[in-house]
């Protein structure tokens, strides 16, 4: 992996103009990173070289630094809300510095549209989805990929009929034109926000990481825009109204209970 800055004519660099260096130990990457904070730039600034971070031991290739903080989680006073699925990041003094790696066998990934039916099985190494949830569509291992058949714990049959009677129930939603701008919470693989894609319809797929692993890597494989995120005791980071739709299909949240702290 690279590490530098993307300069105007897009190509990538180490070696760069800094302006003023108020402390120079900030320049620092990491113990070997080479620092440059006494040389002058053609601007007159000073000039620093991003050193490189090692690779994280192998065992960390799932680890979201927020979300498996095991210190500051087993901290909190109470965790029946949802609270240990939030964001609990580490202090800066003991951030990683290390590059969390790839998953072994890692390729790139099928482009879209074709991504949205089926993705790379070694980019997502998650077989638990297909053995709870293949008898509802969500999802399949063929050889060496994952595929999807579209359907959802509410909608087996497939998201496209699923989202054909959501517009006969509702006509006014009119995705596409009146609705632009989707929330799909607690996704799974986001096979509602990768079929709404094509409805020009913008969806933001979110779900927790729980037991069934990492959900948001299938969702951000196959091309839709994605994070890992919970309704718990604290709002989403995004302004209200931001979202035209809020799609819950058994997302098990207590809307009555934790709504006024999403929105």
Same mark, same amino acid.
């Given at each position: ?33 080479t620092q440059e904070p006494g040389s ?64 072994? &066998? ?8 074709? %991504? #949205? @039916?089926?993705?790379?099985? $070694?980019?997502? /190494? ?61 996704? &799974? ?8 894609? %094509? #409805? @020009?319809?913008?969806?933001? $797929?979110?779900? /927790? ?55």
């Amino acid at each position: 992996a690279r590490l530098g800055i993307v300069g105007e004519d897009g190509a990538m660099r180490d070696n760069f103009d800094i302006g003023a260096v108020v402390n120079e130990t900030d320049l620092a990457t990491d113990e070997g990173a080479t620092q440059e904070p006494g040389s002058v730039g053609a601007g007159g600034g000073n000039r620093a070289r991003i050193g490189k971070f090692p690779a994280c031991p192998a065992s960390m290739r799932e680890y979201i630094p927020c979300l498996d903080n095991d210190e500051e989680i087993r901290r909190l006073p109470s965790t029946e809300r949802g609270e240990r699925f939030e964001r609990h990041c580490p202090a800066k003094d003991k951030a990683l510095s290390c590059l969390v790696p790839a998953p072994k &066998g890692y390729k790139a990934p099928i482009p879209w549209p074709r %991504s #949205r @039916d089926e993705v790379w099985f $070694s980019n997502v /190494p998650h077989t638990r989805l297909v053995d709870d949830k293949g008898g509802q569509n969500w999802i399949t291992k063929a050889k060496d990929k994952f595929t999807f058949p579209g359907g959802g714990t509410q909608f087996i049959h497939g998201a496209n009929q699923y989202l054909d009677q959501i517009s006969q129930m509702v006509p006014d939603i009119a995705f596409g034109s009146r609705t632009r701008v989707v929330l799909d919470v607690g996704c &799974g693989v986001a096979s509602f926000g990768a079929y709404l894609l %094509s #409805r @020009d319809v913008l969806t933001l $797929s979110i779900a /927790p990481k729980d037991v069934h692993e990492n959900q948001i890597q299938f969702a951000l494989e196959r091309g839709v825009p994605a994070m890992v995120a919970a309704f718990a005791t604290h709002r989403l980071l995004y302004p209200s109204q931001a979202f035209e739709i809020i799609h819950c299909s058994r997302c098990r949240i207590s809307w009555t209970r934790d709504g006024e702290h999403s929105f």
